[in-house]
């Protein structure tokens, strides 16, 4: 895990379990209220995180309050790591958990020895944008209408040696 913002309070990266997605949902559908994942798709991506056939992770950010503050999940699959979904409570955006969010994907993403990582982001996201630029993530396309009911257009973005970017960023190389 890499380190908190100072000042900021002390919060807690650690997997997610059957017990989170009830407070992963209200966070869910507070950040993305018409595009919301549903319970069942969590369930469905957390069995794919246990067991000796994993391909998934999934952790949660946890305040000192013990509530859910964020949350992030990566697919691996033939060498190609795919990030599910990353998100941070509005009250703790710009304290560096999004980062530390990230770097955990990276590093799992590493874990499971791939070698890129793609992600969608919403073309009108610009805050998520620049903080996968920071990784070294670059666009590679745009997916029409990827968001929906909204009709909401994806960036599709790339990061190659995910192993690398996740070095520099615990060095502090990259920001």
């Known amino acids: 895990m890499s380190a908190t913002a100072p000042g900021a309070p002390a919060v807690r990266i650690r997997e997610m379990r059957w017990w989170d997605i009830e407070p992963v949902l209200e966070l869910e559908r507070a950040l993305f209220p018409h595009d919301a994942w549903s319970k069942g798709l969590f369930w469905s991506e957390l069995a794919h995180a246990r067991g000796a056939h994993a391909n998934r992770r999934y952790v949660v950010a946890q305040d000192p309050d013990g509530r859910v503050v964020g949350y992030a999940g990566l697919a691996a699959v033939d060498g190609t790591g795919d990030v599910q979904t990353i998100a941070v409570a509005r009250e703790h955006w ?3 958990l999004g980062a ?3 770097t955990e994907l990276l590093t799992t993403a590493t874990a499971f020895e791939c070698r890129e990582v793609l992600l969608e982001v919403r073309v009108d996201n610009t805050r998520a944008q620049r903080l996968y630029e920071r ?5 590679v ?3 029409r209408g990827y968001y929906q009911p909204g009709n909401v257009d994806a960036l599709v973005m790339r990061l190659t040696d995910p192993n690398h970017a996740v070095q520099g960023m615990t060095h502090g190389s990259q920001g």
């Open 135 to 139: 990784f070294g993530f670059e666009p």
């Open 94 to 96: 710009s304290t560096g």
């Open 141 to 143: 396309g745009v997916r």
């Open 100 to 102: 530390r969010l990230l």
